[in-house]
T-cell receptor, first 110, second 117 residues
Framework: GQQLNQSPQSMFIQEGEDVSMNCTSS?????WLWYKQDPGEGPVLLIA?????ELTSNGRLTAQFGITRKDSFLNISASIPSDVGIYFC??????????FGTGTRLQVFP | GAVVSQHPSWVICKSGTSVKIECRSL??????MFWYRQFPKQSLMLMAT?????????EQGVEKDKFLINHASLTLSTLTVTSAHPEDSSFYIC?????????????FGEGSRLTVL
């Protein structure tokens, strides 16, 4: 079946550092999304990508949709403590169904 | 942004009992709602798609008789875990959209944590 693998699984960084995480798939997706989930909460949409090769920013976050449509990366610049959480990529299929990646757990130390 | 709310936030029940979780869209009419399940330190897994006024569509491997979904109005969908067992303990999350827009920009509820003793 479809599977989205994220790497790294977890990251421990110091406040102010830049972060990069990526997501790869065995299948092609026409839409990629990045979500952040805080403990005990539902995920919140960060960035949506609709075109292969597209590079989109949202504040300190930048995400790119890979040319092959099988991968995407998310960068966070100048990390701050509130960036702590789990970041999930998601691929859209069947119009509005999402398949989520395995997640990258980010910990930021002051 | 649009608001989706779940209730209860957490529930503890005895094995064998049934538990109902509600998902409400507070400021829009949700034609479609989705139910996900998330085990500790794992990803979200889609359980079923719920369209207002029709039967839910379940993903492969999800027992429809165990996880009863009702979407009786455009603002409310319910998930009932029947005869719950400890292995059903999980974080259940709903999401909603107001149209089949194909953008993936779904709004998620806060989640409901179920613990079955």
């Amino acid at each position: 079946g479809q599977q989205l693998n994220q790497s790294p699984q977890s990251m421990f960084i110091q406040e102010g550092e830049d972060v990069s995480m990526n997501c790869t798939s065995s299948s092609i997706f026409n839409t990629w999304l990045w979500y952040k989930q805080d403990p005990g909460e539902g995920p919140v949409l960060l960035i949506a990508l609709y075109k292969a090769g597209e590079l989109t920013s949202n504040g300190r976050l930048t995400a790119q949709f890979g040319i092959t449509r099988k991968d995407s990366f998310l960068n966070i610049s100048a990390s701050i403590p509130s960036d702590v959480g789990i970041y999930f990529c998601a691929g859209l299929y069947n119009t509005d169904k999402l398949i989520f990646g395995t997640g990258t757990r980010l910990q930021v130390f002051p | 942004g649009a608001v989706v709310s779940q209730h209860p936030s957490w529930v503890i029940c005895k094995s064998g009992t049934s538990v109902k979780i509600e998902c409400r869209s507070l400021d829009f009419q949700a034609t479609t709602m989705f139910w996900y399940r998330q085990f500790p330190k794992q990803s979200l897994m889609l359980m079923a798609t719920s369209n207002e006024g029709s039967k839910a569509t379940y993903e492969q491997g999800v027992e429809k008789d165990k996880f009863l979904i009702n979407h009786a109005s455009l603002t409310l969908s319910t998930l009932t875990v029947t005869s719950a067992h400890p292995e059903d303990s999980s974080f259940y999350i709903c999401s909603a959209t107001w149209a089949v827009r194909g953008t993936g920009e779904l709004f998620f509820g806060e989640g409901s944590r179920l613990t079955v003793l």
